[in-house]
RNA sequence: GGGUGGAUAGCUCAGUCGGUAGAGCAGUGGCCUUUUAAGCCAUUGGUCCUGGGUUCGAGUCCCAGUCCACCUACCA
C-alpha cells in the first residue's frame, strides 16, 4: 500500500488509501480502521511471520489455567487478543476463548526487540500463542510472563465495543461470533444451553430412554396440527414436509419393540415468529410403554428440577432485568400441582361456567371476564380462550393442568370414567406451555377417526402408514413432548428465543 | 396483518426555538517497566436511514418508504 501525498490533499490520500486496502472489494467505509489492520498485516509478513498462523500446541487453555492457576509454571497459551493494554515497554494482554480468559505480560526486554516488532502489529482481535511462565503481578492478577510469540490469526476488522459489548440485535443475532466475543452474558447463555441439553440427555439415558433419529423429511407432517415447510425431492419427483413432529415415527418404533426411546432434535413449523417462536425449534419427545400421563408428569417434573438444582443453584429461578434486580421468581418445589381443566376454569370464570349456554359464556366473556372472543370460535375454543388468558398466562410455578377435553388433544386416550375429557397433562411454567404429556391413544380404530375428523376433506393429510403399524399392536405407553428452548428461557430467565438459539431465523436482509 | 416507539462517527449516545455536527470509547502519533472499562498528551474520523415537501436556511417540521425493537394477531 503507497501513499502519495504529493499529489493530492490529505484526505483525499486518505481515501484511496482506504479504498486499495479493501482490495477493490464493497466494503463500508470505515475510515482508516481497516486501512491500519492492512497496514500491519503486511508489516507482518515483511517481518517474515505468517500472519494466519499454523499448529501450535497449548499447555493449558485461558480459563483452565485461570482456574488452576500455580506460580513460575512453563506454560503455552492460546486465545485471541480482547484486552490490550499499553504501557509503553510493557504492555498487558488478555488472551480469551470461550471458556474464560487469561492476562499475559509482554515486556520489550523479555521477548527481545524482534518479537517486540511483530508484537507491535498486533491488535485487539488478533489470535495468538504464547509460551512463558506464569507469575502473579503487583496487583495480584495471575499472569504469564511471555517469553516467545506466536501469530495465529490476524483479524482485519475491529472487534465490537469492549465495554458496551454488542448492542445492536442485527450484529447480535447475525453475527453471533460477536456477540460470543463481546458480551459475557451470551457466552454464559449458550454454556447453560449446551450443558442442560447434555443433562437432559444423560438423565433420560440413565432411565434406560434410547435415543433415537427419525425422518425431518415425511411424506405426511403427523403429529401436530401446524403448517409444514414444504419442499420437492428431484429424483423421487414427490413433494416433502420438514417434519412438525416426530411423534409417528416413534410410535411406528414401540410397535417395533422399543420400550424407552427419545428423540431430542429440530421440529419445523411454517408460522410467525415472535419472542417465543423460532420457525425451527428443539423438541424432546419421550415414549414410555406400559406408562401413563401421570408417571410421564412424574419424570418431568424429576427431570426439569435436577436440572434446576444442577444449574440453576436451586428449586427457586429468579429472573433479572438488566440492572440486575429480580423481576419474576419462579419457584419450582416439588410436588407440582396437579389440576383438572375444568376446575382450573370454574376458579376464574365461576362455578357456574358449565351450566351456562354458549351464548352466556360468551356475553360473559365480553362483560366481567374481559376475554376477546370472536363470532367465529368453536363453544370450545370460547372456554379455551378464557383458560389461555386467565389461567396459563398468569400461571408462574409449574402447574400440570389434567382432564383436558378432548377436542383439544385429538391423539390421547379418553378417560376411562369420563370419556369427554383425555388422560393427558400440559405443563405450564411462567405463563407458558412447556410440556405436554398424553396416555397414548394405541385403538387403530378410534385413532383413524380423529384422524379423519381431524383432517376433514384433506384426506392425504392422513399418515396410512401410521394406521397400518397400529393395527399390528402398539403397547399402551405415556408420552411427553418438551419444548427445550421454552425450559431453557424459563431456566436461564432469558427473555427471548433469538437469546438461547444460536443463529435464530430473521429475514432476509436485502442489499 | 394491526398498533407504538426508534434509526446521528467503527461502537455507545447527546444535539436547545429551524441557524456552520458534539462527547466518551475505539483508532492513529508521542512519552512512560505492573495495568484491570481506566496512565498521560495530541489527533483523525459524519450519506444525521432513503426519497420527496415546507423554508432564505432542515439532524430538527410535514409526507411516503426501508429496516429494527416492543405490544398485538396467527400458532398443539
Redesign the pocket.
Known sequence: MSEDKSQAPA?AA?NSAANSAAAGEKE??????LK?RRQ?LDRLRELGVDPFGAKFETTHAPGALQANFAEELPVKVAGRIT????????N?IDLSDLGGRM?I?V?K?QVGEEAWQIFKQL??GDWLGVEGETFT?????P?VKAQSLTVLSKSLR?L?????G?????IK?RQRYLDLIANERSRELFRLRIAMVAEMRRFLQDREFLEVETPMLQDVPG????RPFETYHNALGMELYLRI?PELFLKRLLVGGFTKVFELNRNF?N?????R?NPEFTMLEAYWAYADFEQMADLVEEMICHLAEKFCGGLLIEHKNEAGEVTKTINLSRPWKRTPYRDLIKGVAGDDWFDLTNEERRAKCAGELGV?I?AEMEDYEVTQQVFEKLVEEKSIDPLYVTHVPKEL???AKQNTSDDSVVDVYELVINGA?IS?GYSELNDPDVQRSRLEE?AGEETQKIDEDFLLALEYGMPSAGGI?IGIDRVIMMLTGA??I?DIVLFPQ??R??A
Not at 403429529?223 to 401446524?226: D, L, M, R, T
Request: aromatic letters at 8%.
Open positions: 484526505d486518505e463500508p467505509d470505515m475510515g482508516s480502521l491500519f500491519k484486552a490490550l493494554r499499553d504501557m509503553g515497554n510493557t498487558f492476562q505480560f515486556n526486554k491488535d485487539i503481578t503487583r496487583t495480584g492478577e499472569s475491529p465490537p465495543d469492549k465495554w458496551h454488542v448492542q445492536d440485535t442485527q443475532y403429529g401436530a396440527a401446524a413432529a413449523r408460522e410467525g415468529i415472535s419472542r417462536h376477546e370472536s388433544v385429538p391423539l406451555e405436554p381431524q413432548g427473555e427471548s433469538r430473521l429475514k436482509r436485502d
